[in-house]
């Protein structure tokens, strides 16, 4: 079965920085690029960031681009999220999720986690 | 980035309606659409992928179709377990992946 669980998440104030973790298990980790997606209290899904299934492309969001570091260690078969000056327009749940794959194609994100919520506020 | 909007933003429906919601996307994207449904305090789900293919297990009210800009989901015979919000996603080339804004389906 597959399973992704994230972890890390907390309160932190504005400017501080955190790092989510996503555990996964139940399929070959390496062969599937991962992402995190989150979702600000009552608002919609946001996409955050992607990683390759071998760590070399990454990808991110306007809103985060410099600020948040994506990462994978295909030993641990663990995804990370660093995430630096940290805004209260952060908090959110974050996810992370797995690539669903037609062939080669990406067609869809095919598991979540259950998320891990990043407060921010003084 | 390839931004994609979600009409209604809000539909009100019955059990047995048809309900149909539409993501426009702001540049071609071929047929790389998803469309998930998430329930609160849920995390969301595959519905459908490539604009049109059902995900194992996702029962056959559940459709979609469309491709370049315009895509439809659609859900025949409107269910007690289908109150939902609904988004889509564009999976063009390289992330990022956007998702439309949502739509949430509620019991009238």
């Known amino acids: 079965e597959v399973q992704l669980v994230e972890s890390g998440g907390g309160l932190v104030q504005p400017g501080w920085s955190l790092r989510l973790s996503c555990a996964a298990s139940?399929?070959?980790?390496?062969?599937?690029?991962m992402h995190w997606v989150r979702q600000a209290p009552g608002k919609g899904l946001e996409y955050v960031s992607s990683v390759s299934g071998n760590g070399r492309d990454t990808y991110y969001a306007n809103a985060v681009k410099g600020r948040f570091t994506i990462s994978r260690d295909n030993s641990k078969n663990t995804l990370y999220l660093q995430m630096g000056s940290l805004r209260e327009e952060d908090m959110a749940v974050y996810y992370c999720?797995?690539?669903?794959?037609?062939?080669?194609?990406?067609?869809?994100?095919?598991?979540w986690g259950q998320g891990t919520l990043v407060t921010v506020s003084s | 980035d390839i931004q994609l909007t979600q009409s209604p933003s809000f539909l009100s429906a019955s059990v047995g309606d048809r309900v149909t919601i539409t993501c426009r996307a702001s540049q071609g994207i071929s047929s790389y659409l998803a469309w998930y449904q998430q329930k609160p305090g849920r995390a969301p789900k595959l519905l459908i992928n490539a604009a049109s293919t059902l995900q194992s297990g996702v029962p056959s009210r559940f459709s979609g179709s469309g491709s370049g800009t315009e895509f439809t989901l659609t859900i025949d015979s409107l269910q007690p377990e289908d109150f939902a919000t609904y988004y889509c996603q564009q999976l063009n080339t390289y992330p990022p992946w956007t998702f439309g804004q949502g739509t949430k389906v509620e019991i009238k």
């Open positions: 139940g399929f070959s980790f390496s062969s599937h690029g």
């Open positions: 999720a797995r690539t669903y794959y037609h062939g080669v194609t990406p067609r869809g994100l095919d598991s």
